[in-house]
């Protein structure tokens, strides 16, 4: 079947030689997959049943003392816990504010369509680094937005250095990913079928809850899995605009690695993030699977 | 035909119609795709816009729906002015072209969403929507979804959908065009009837000129935004208003012609003549192909006050199947006549020899730079 789509002179046309072709082309990226991520990934697993020595060292160990003493203290559960419950946060924060704009790209056509795309996607253009850098002059103590808010006769509120600056700053950084996302899972938004319930009847505040949303879902889905899984393992900001104030799965991570030196015990909660990633992904599919059905 | 129509101010006019078009205007940036259109519909009737792509019946359709707002002008329906009011107010029932059924809805819930929107009560909109289901005979795919079902089934559940609200207005859009031809048959034969069996005043947008002709109470032919002519099959086929109405509904023969000072129009060496009186010296002839006999033996030309006459020499024979169409030159202009085909077809070749007759009152005669 494949074999006749391509134009190959007669001889070449055996399904073997394609499968060799398949083989050749998918074998690079197999084996740089395989060295750089499956090959980490099982040591870390490894890793996490060593034994952490104080000082830094390891004791080649078969212990699960790692798993469960990390189960067993509160502030790792609360720690886990503030990290899934801050990145849903962040995700619906994101879902909130990208959604009218993809909406309005999906129904956009020709150059504007073009050059506001390439709007949304500019900020990708930039390092987290350096945008992570701006909000924290922008929401600093003395700086714009607190000074608007106090000359609305407000008393700002701390958004730097806390929870609220974190969420403000990944919100912005995963904007760009999560309306990409929603443009993708929107196919199925057909103009003329928001202008059918319309004529049925449907205010258009109907239109939008019975048939607008429901057929975005799948684009609702991909982005949240996406900006969930991203928020849940970025470092960088949070590192910065939480100023060691707030404890999230990566920061801890990184702090346990490179200055507590406990690699087992960092090694034991990339592998939480690893479980916490697979849930994602299933109730993901489970959630698709439903919409679909 | 069968109402009385009244002009008034060269704009026809029936009494009391259920909907009406005023003036109606539509620009998109500097270009105007409707120009001062006046329409009045009859209630329980069937009218269809008809015209080629880019004409505006489907805009004029969609400005009756409320998608889109007129630039300028009045729609009322009912004597009620909805020129302002929002689609979801309007009371109309719209197919699509596409059926733009909901696909994460059921058959039974695409049909009861217009009922739902009514604030109607569980038992009520159960008992419309199983009724209006086997009106289209869809009873047994209550359950399926739209993706599930065929072209034909996806049609008939957008119909069931518009017509289970009961609307004041039922509008199709090219409705058939999506369908092969012989469903395309079926579906004419049933939304005539169903039509007809709830008396709902229905407009129909097709290019079709054999669904308008077939199925329509009355025709809007529609060109560059322009109401070329309104009237019923039977007027618009046999009394076309300009050249255009003329070769777009029905096939028909368009020869140049010249008219003479004694009224007749020369065709080369040929004269004829006409019912309708030529305008203008310069006027461009038609005749449908069918209305015109072939005698192939007869060698006089000689005219009569009802039977135009002309030789002709047999340049091409097209075999169609039903039809068989013969490409005659008359001093230079093509003739074509269609015959219907017989078992024992008596040959004739390129090059023989003919006298074409039609009667006068199949001539029409248009203005050439009409």
């Known amino acids: 079947m494949t074999t006749a789509t391509f134009d190959m002179p007669v001889g070449a046309q055996k399904p073997s030689s394609t499968a060799g ?23 870390l697993a490894r890793m996490s049943f060593n034994e952490a020595l104080p000082g830094g060292g390891i004791a080649e160990a078969f212990t699960a003392a790692n798993w469960t003493g990390l189960l067993q203290d509160s502030f790792y559960i609360e720690l886990i816990l503030n990290s899934i419950m801050v990145s849903l946060g962040i995700t619906l924060a994101t879902l909130l504010v990208s959604y009218p704009i993809a909406l309005y790209l999906h129904r956009a056509s020709g150059a504007w369509r073009t050059f506001l795309t390439v709007l949304v996607i500019s900020p990708l253009l930039t390092s987290a680094v350096v945008r992570t850098y701006g909000w924290i002059a ?13 000359s609305m006769g407000f008393q700002p509120p701390r958004m730097m250095f806390n929870t609220t600056g974190v969420v403000i700053g990944l919100t912005e950084i995963l904007m760009p990913y999560m ?26 505040f109907r239109t939008f809850w019975r048939v607008i949303l429901p057929l975005t879902l799948p684009g609702i889905a991909l982005g949240c899995l996406l900006c969930f899984v991203l928020s849940i393992s970025s470092f960088i900001t949070p590192k910065l605009m939480g100023g060691g104030r707030v404890f999230l799965l990566a920061t801890e991570i990184y702090d346990q690695a490179i200055v507590t030196l406990n690699w087992p015990l960092a090694a034991t909660l990339s592998m939480l993030v690893l479980i916490i990633f697979g849930a994602a992904l299933a109730v993901y599919s489970r959630v698709l699977r439903m919409i679909e059905g | ?27 998109y940036g500097l270009v105007e795709v409707i120009s001062n259109l006046n329409l009045e519909v009859r209630k329980g009737e069937l009218i269809a816009l008809l015209g080629p792509s880019g004409c505006g019946k489907t805009t004029t ?4 729906a409320g998608l889109i707002a007129p630039s300028a002008g009045k729609i009322a ?36 969403f ?84 709830l008396g709902i005043t229905t407009v129909f947008v097709t290019h079709d000129q054999v669904e308008a002709l077939s199925m329509c109470d009355r ?39 010249k008219r003479t000072a004694d009224g007749c129009i020369r065709i080369g060496s040929s004269m004829i003549r006409s019912a309708t009186p030529a305008g203008q010296d310069d006027v461009v002839v038609m005749v449908r192909p069918h209305r015109i006999h072939i005698d192939w033996n007869a060698t006089s030309t000689e005219q009569d006050e009802t039977a135009n006459r002309t030789a002709a020499v047999l340049s091409r024979i097209t075999f169609i199947g039903d039809v068989i169409q013969y490409h005659f030159d008359v001093d230079g202009s093509e003739f074509i006549v269609e015959e219907s085909t017989k078992k024992s077809q008596s040959s004739h070749r390129h090059g023989d020899k003919a006298v074409l007759s039609w009667s006068v009152e199949d001539t029409l005669v248009f203005g050439a730079d009409q």
């Open chain 1, 21 to 43: 072709i398949a083989v050749a082309l998918l074998l690079p990226i197999a084996l740089v997959n395989a060295i750089g991520f499956i090959l980490p990934v099982f040591n």
């Open chain 1, 138 to 150: 922008l929401l600093a103590e003395q700086g714009p937005v607190a000074n608007v808010i106090a």
């Open chain 1, 179 to 204: 309306i990409l996302s929603l443009m993708a899972g929107f196919g199925r938004l057909d103009p003329k079928v928001e202008e059918a319930a319309r004529t049925l009847g449907a205010t258009p």
């Open chain 2, 1 to 27: 035909m069968m109402h009385q129509t009244i002009k008034r101010d060269g704009v026809e006019t029936i009494g009391n119609p259920h909907l009406s078009l005023e003036g109606i205007n539509k620009k």
């Open chain 2, 61 to 64: 359709l969609r400005m009756i």
């Open chain 2, 77 to 112: 329906v009912g004597g009620r002015d909805v020129t302002h009011i929002a689609p979801h107010g309007r009371d109309m029932g719209l197919v699509f072209q596409s059926y733009a059924l909901f696909p994460h809805m059921t058959v039974a819930k695409n049909v009861a």
């Open chain 2, 114 to 197: 217009g009922l739902e929107m009514r604030g109607l009560s569980r038992a009520d909109i159960a008992n419309k929507v199983a009724k209006a289901l086997s009106m289209v005979q869809l009873e047994h795919l209550a359950e399926r979804k739209p993706r599930e079902l065929s072209g034909g089934q996806q049609q008939r559940v957008a119909l069931a959908r518009a017509l289970v609200i009961e609307p004041s207005i039922l509008l199709l859009d090219e409705p058939l065009s999506n369908l092969d031809a012989k469903l395309r048959d079926e579906m004419r034969t049933q939304i005539r009837d169903i039509q007809q069996q």
């Open chain 2, 219 to 257: 025709i809007v032919v529609m060109k560059g935004g322009l109401i070329e002519q309104v009237g019923t099959p039977h007027e618009i086929y046999e009394r076309p208003a300009t050249p255009f109405v003329a070769s777009f509904v029905g096939r028909t023969n368009r020869v140049k012609g």
